[in-house]
């Protein structure tokens, strides 16, 4: 079985996000960069098929050359391999430019299961899985809370707003999963030692072969204007010394709740 | 005029809530054809028209429930080719999400993800997406062909009936519907029981965090939503910590609702919650921190324990209830 999860390198989601006004473009000058914790539950559920059913992990980011540090905190969490594909043709690239980079980059691996996260955090569009299944002409198992597989078949428990489906696609297929889907292991020392040893393949468009529609270039729309959106106005805040509960009741009492 | 086109999701025939708030939207924008896909979706078309869809397209193979995304992709992306719309709005639903984000791809055209408002502007669309936490709003124009596809968050735009409603034109499409081999099928569906209101849909929610301390202790929150004919919500940290399902959050990552009374109990205000309930349209917040961020949107705080505030409460509401 072969596995490959796609990770993505953002903000560090606990530090407030800025934008710059100029370029209108997420600031990521001097701040600091994780892997996306969504996509660590990517890692961990392609971990957890090829600890059962045998096969290898291959990594794959596309970003600037630091995204290296986030396939690497991957490779120490035990994936085997990984594919940087960096370029400076790339930057800027909007969600269907990326899984266009990611596809091209995927052309000629050997996989069963492409993995990625629902959503990334920094840009939560969740477009790049299901963009990249289209390109690559292959079934989205998406919103997966449970994943298994066997018998050339991957079979997810899909959240739902009331519950969730059980979906089933043939192999190879592309796999969305949410947080609650595992718990993602941290990286042991032996395993941060080890990564560093682990290969990982840059390729730029050239590389992929991939023509000059992709980042700037590509863009399929762009940021006009960024304004503040009006507040919600704080009310009044009182501090319960017994009379709390009957305060709230009598508000909910002027609003006819009661 | 304009071609505006509304993915107009169905469950057993009824549009889903979020259908109606698109097509209010999209009637503002141009000429509205509402596409309706899955067993018994005509059943849709007089609800659609009254919203505004002046014609309907109408598909009703089961494939299209029982088949994600892809054989609404490949109807859709025929269609439009047909008809040229210059634009398609889609729920950002589970499905809308797989559906738009893969038509995208098979079109080469523009998506732009977690809108709250599109606009008209120079001749063209400008897309409204509140961004951090809804505390900032990011205008996108399309560079791409038409058409733009635009995925709106539910509860960004009020639902209102069109007047007059219209009858709309009605298309019924029987086409053979080619799943092929590569498909991804839905074998069962599972519902997690609940009891009261769904949340999407109540006037009141009470909702938990991390403040109760333990899970046991929700039991006051269903307590009192009872008394209250409340929803129970939850925040993250809750859900994370497995002490309600998935379904039960609020916030970018969970649900977005807009009750009219939302009654926030030992939950911090992070921005990543308020985003999915600052719509409501009065707060009231409990948590012993009068420096926590809920307070700063609640119309009224209290700043005290919730295990003593809480069954107060319940007492409270019970006896002028007359219980
Ligand atoms: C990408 C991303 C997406 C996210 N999506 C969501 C989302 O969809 N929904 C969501 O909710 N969060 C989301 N979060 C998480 C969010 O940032 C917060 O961590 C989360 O909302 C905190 O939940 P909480 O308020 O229950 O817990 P805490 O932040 O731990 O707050 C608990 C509160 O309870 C109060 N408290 C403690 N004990 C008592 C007591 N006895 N009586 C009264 N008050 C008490 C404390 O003062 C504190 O304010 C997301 C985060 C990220 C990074
Ligand atoms: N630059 C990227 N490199 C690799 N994977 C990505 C990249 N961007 C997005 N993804 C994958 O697509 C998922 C959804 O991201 P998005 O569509 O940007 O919200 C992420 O969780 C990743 O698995």
Same mark, same amino acid.
């Given at each position: 079985m072969n596995v490959l999860v796609c990770v993505k390198q953002i903000p560090d989601p606990n530090v407030p996000g800025k934008l710059d006004p100029q370029s209108k473009r997420l600031v990521r000058e001097g701040v600091d960069v994780v892997l996306d914790p969504g996509d660590e539950h990517a890692v961990e559920a392609g971990l957890q098929v090829i600890e059962k059913d045998g096969g290898e992990a291959t990594i794959i980011s596309m970003g600037p050359p630091r995204a290296m540090e986030a396939i690497r905190r991957a490779l120490a969490m035990g994936a085997h391999r990984g594919i940087l594909v960096t370029d400076p043709g790339l930057e800027n690239s909007d969600a269907l430019s990326t899984a266009r980079a990611i596809a091209g980059a995927i052309k000629g691996q050997t996989y069963d299961l492409i993995i990625c996260g629902t959503e990334s955090t920094d840009g939560s569009s969740g477009a790049?899985?299901?963009q990249l299944a289209e390109l690559l002409g292959l079934p989205l198992l998406s919103f997966a809370k449970k994943l298994e597989v066997g018998d050339g078949k991957a079979q997810i428990d899909r959240q739902t707003d009331d519950g969730y489906d059980l979906v089933e696609a043939p192999l190879p297929a592309v796999v969305t999963v949410t947080g609650g889907i595992n718990e993602a292991r941290y990286p042991a020392l032996r395993g941060i030692m080890q990564a560093k040893n682990k290969e990982v393949k840059q390729v730029g468009l050239q590389d992929m072969g991939l023509d000059g529609k992709a980042g700037q270039a590509a863009l399929t729309e762009e940021v006009v204007e960024i304004k503040a959106a009006e507040a919600r106005k704080a009310g009044e805040v009182v501090e319960d010394k017994g009379g709390g509960a009957k305060r709230v009741a009598d508000y909910l009492a002027e609003l006819k709740v009661i | 005029m304009a071609g505006i086109w509304v993915f107009a999701e169905t469950v057993d025939g009824t549009p889903k809530p979020v259908v109606l708030e698109l097509l209010t939207k999209a009637r503002s924008l141009g000429?509205?054809?509402? %596409?309706? $896909? @899955?067993?018994?979706?005509?059943k849709a078309i007089q609800t659609l028209g009254e919203y505004g869809a002046k014609k309907v397209y109408v598909h009703e193979d089961p494939a299209f429930r029982d088949v994600l995304a892809t054989p609404a992709v490949d109807l859709l992306a025929r269609l439009i080719e047909k008809d040229q719309p210059d634009l398609v709005l889609f729920g950002m639903t589970y499905d809308g999400r797989d559906v738009a984000s893969r038509l995208s791809a098979r079109l080469w055209t523009a998506l732009i993800a977690n809108a709250s408002d599109v606009v008209n502007k120079d001749g063209g669309w400008a897309i409204v997406t509140p961004v951090f936490g @809804?505390? %900032? $709003?990011?205008?996108? %124009?399309? $560079?791409?062909?038409a058409p733009t596809l635009v995925l709106i968050r539910p509860k960004a735009v009020a639902a209102e009936p069109a007047s007059p409603a219209s009858a709309p034109q009605v298309e019924t499409l029987t086409d053979q519907v080619d799943t092929g081999t590569r498909a991804a099928r839905v074998l069962r569906r599972e519902k997690e029981k609940a009891s009261g209101p769904k949340l999407e849909d109540a006037a009141i929610i009470v909702s938990g965090g991390r403040g109760l301390g333990a899970p046991e202790n929700f039991k006051m929150l269903d307590e009192l939503a009872a008394e209250l004919g409340a929803a129970v919500g939850a925040s993250r940290a809750v859900v994370?910590? @497995?002490?309600?399902?998935?379904?039960?959050?609020? @916030?970018q990552t969970g649900k977005t609702v807009k009750p009219s009374v939302y009654i926030a109990i030992g939950i911090s205000g992070a921005m990543q919650h308020t985003v999915g309930m600052k719509g409501a349209k009065t707060i009231i917040a409990i948590n012993k921190d009068p420096e926590a961020p809920i307070f700063k949107l609640a119309d009224l705080g209290i700043v005290g324990d919730v295990h003593t505030i809480v069954p107060q409460l319940i007492q409270e509401v019970r006896s002028r209830k007359g219980k």
């Amino acid at each position: 079985m072969n596995v490959l999860v796609c990770v993505k390198q953002i903000p560090d989601p606990n530090v407030p996000g800025k934008l710059d006004p100029q370029s209108k473009r997420l600031v990521r000058e001097g701040v600091d960069v994780v892997l996306d914790p969504g996509d660590e539950h990517a890692v961990e559920a392609g971990l957890q098929v090829i600890e059962k059913d045998g096969g290898e992990a291959t990594i794959i980011s596309m970003g600037p050359p630091r995204a290296m540090e986030a396939i690497r905190r991957a490779l120490a969490m035990g994936a085997h391999r990984g594919i940087l594909v960096t370029d400076p043709g790339l930057e800027n690239s909007d969600a269907l430019s990326t899984a266009r980079a990611i596809a091209g980059a995927i052309k000629g691996q050997t996989y069963d299961l492409i993995i990625c996260g629902t959503e990334s955090t920094d840009g939560s569009s969740g477009a790049v899985p299901a963009q990249l299944a289209e390109l690559l002409g292959l079934p989205l198992l998406s919103f997966a809370k449970k994943l298994e597989v066997g018998d050339g078949k991957a079979q997810i428990d899909r959240q739902t707003d009331d519950g969730y489906d059980l979906v089933e696609a043939p192999l190879p297929a592309v796999v969305t999963v949410t947080g609650g889907i595992n718990e993602a292991r941290y990286p042991a020392l032996r395993g941060i030692m080890q990564a560093k040893n682990k290969e990982v393949k840059q390729v730029g468009l050239q590389d992929m072969g991939l023509d000059g529609k992709a980042g700037q270039a590509a863009l399929t729309e762009e940021v006009v204007e960024i304004k503040a959106a009006e507040a919600r106005k704080a009310g009044e805040v009182v501090e319960d010394k017994g009379g709390g509960a009957k305060r709230v009741a009598d508000y909910l009492a002027e609003l006819k709740v009661i | 005029m304009a071609g505006i086109w509304v993915f107009a999701e169905t469950v057993d025939g009824t549009p889903k809530p979020v259908v109606l708030e698109l097509l209010t939207k999209a009637r503002s924008l141009g000429e509205v054809t509402a %596409v309706a $896909l @899955g067993p018994s979706a005509s059943k849709a078309i007089q609800t659609l028209g009254e919203y505004g869809a002046k014609k309907v397209y109408v598909h009703e193979d089961p494939a299209f429930r029982d088949v994600l995304a892809t054989p609404a992709v490949d109807l859709l992306a025929r269609l439009i080719e047909k008809d040229q719309p210059d634009l398609v709005l889609f729920g950002m639903t589970y499905d809308g999400r797989d559906v738009a984000s893969r038509l995208s791809a098979r079109l080469w055209t523009a998506l732009i993800a977690n809108a709250s408002d599109v606009v008209n502007k120079d001749g063209g669309w400008a897309i409204v997406t509140p961004v951090f936490g @809804g505390t %900032v $709003l990011v205008t996108t %124009v399309p $560079l791409a062909k038409a058409p733009t596809l635009v995925l709106i968050r539910p509860k960004a735009v009020a639902a209102e009936p069109a007047s007059p409603a219209s009858a709309p034109q009605v298309e019924t499409l029987t086409d053979q519907v080619d799943t092929g081999t590569r498909a991804a099928r839905v074998l069962r569906r599972e519902k997690e029981k609940a009891s009261g209101p769904k949340l999407e849909d109540a006037a009141i929610i009470v909702s938990g965090g991390r403040g109760l301390g333990a899970p046991e202790n929700f039991k006051m929150l269903d307590e009192l939503a009872a008394e209250l004919g409340a929803a129970v919500g939850a925040s993250r940290a809750v859900v994370d910590a @497995g002490w309600k399902p998935y379904s039960f959050q609020i @916030g970018q990552t969970g649900k977005t609702v807009k009750p009219s009374v939302y009654i926030a109990i030992g939950i911090s205000g992070a921005m990543q919650h308020t985003v999915g309930m600052k719509g409501a349209k009065t707060i009231i917040a409990i948590n012993k921190d009068p420096e926590a961020p809920i307070f700063k949107l609640a119309d009224l705080g209290i700043v005290g324990d919730v295990h003593t505030i809480v069954p107060q409460l319940i007492q409270e509401v019970r006896s002028r209830k007359g219980k």
